[in-house]
């Protein structure tokens, strides 16, 4: 499975852009970029996904660098309730959704 | 509008008890998958599915057996519980060989065996 190195932990204030890097330099091809977050006590929820270009739906929006080496989740405007880890997993046809460590976003107010 | 239901939902067990966590899933998804999170960690993966009749080893199976009974339900057995065993353990499930679409999670069985 590829793998992804992803920040320990960030900080951000309420109200304000948040950016969460990836990296992912051994991406294949026909790896799909996968975000997943896992609020506290809670199983993890999908996010977004993304192959080659920019994506975005109503929870975030998905960067990915145009040699897919690297992506950023943006959240627009992080609110407590954002206050997760974030999981940036590299999903391929057929292969199994494996878990890093994350990124644990702390949101101040 | 089910998704992934786990049963049960908390459970204590003494050590060399056995007992069986139970996932469904009404999406019609072929991949199933079993985790564990142990406190302050991440997923690791037990067991996997892609399909009904066939299971993979995940990252942490020894302990565990599986039986994927048919498309909807996915089991997990300790068949003799330990202390290491004690953690959350969630079950997941999307549709196999398709990068492109999202995992749905249950809501996590927590374990505590003494």
């Known amino acids: 499975d590829a793998k992804t190195t992803q920040p320990n932990s960030m900080e951000s204030n309420e109200e304000e852009p948040v950016h969460l890097p990836c990296n992912h330099s051994t991406i294949s091809g026909t790896d799909y970029i996968h975000w997943y977050r896992q609020l506290p006590s809670q199983g993890p929820e999908y996010v977004i996904h993304?192959?080659?270009s920019n994506v975005n739906n109503r929870m975030a929006s998905l960067a990915i660098a145009e040699d897919r080496k690297s992506s950023t989740l943006i959240l627009h405007r992080a609110t407590l309730r954002d206050a997760a880890v974030y999981y940036c997993i590299l999903l391929e046809y057929g292969n199994k959704l494996v878990f890093g460590a994350g990124t644990i976003l702390r949101v101040k107010s | 509008n089910a998704g992934v239901t786990q049963t049960p939902k908390f459970q204590v067990l003494k050590t060399g008890q056995s007992m069986t966590l139970q996932c469904a899933q009404d999406?019609?998804?072929?991949?199933m998958y079993w985790y564990r999170q142990d406190p302050g960690m991440g997923l690791r993966l037990i067991y996997y599915?892609?399909?009904?009749?066939?299971?993979d080893k995940g990252e942490v199976p020894n302990g565990y057996n599986v039986s994927r009974l048919n498309k909807r339900e996915f089991s997990l057995r300790l068949e003799s519980a330990a202390p290491s065993q004690t953690s959350v353990y969630f079950c997941?499930?999307?549709?196999?060989?398709?990068?492109?679409?999202?995992?749905?999670f249950g809501q996590g069985t927590r374990l505590t065996v003494v």
């Open positions: 993304g192959l080659t």
């Open positions: 999406m019609n998804h072929n991949s």
């Open positions: 997941a499930s999307n549709p196999r060989g398709q990068g492109n679409t999202e995992a749905f």
């Open positions: 599915s892609a399909s009904e009749g066939t299971t």
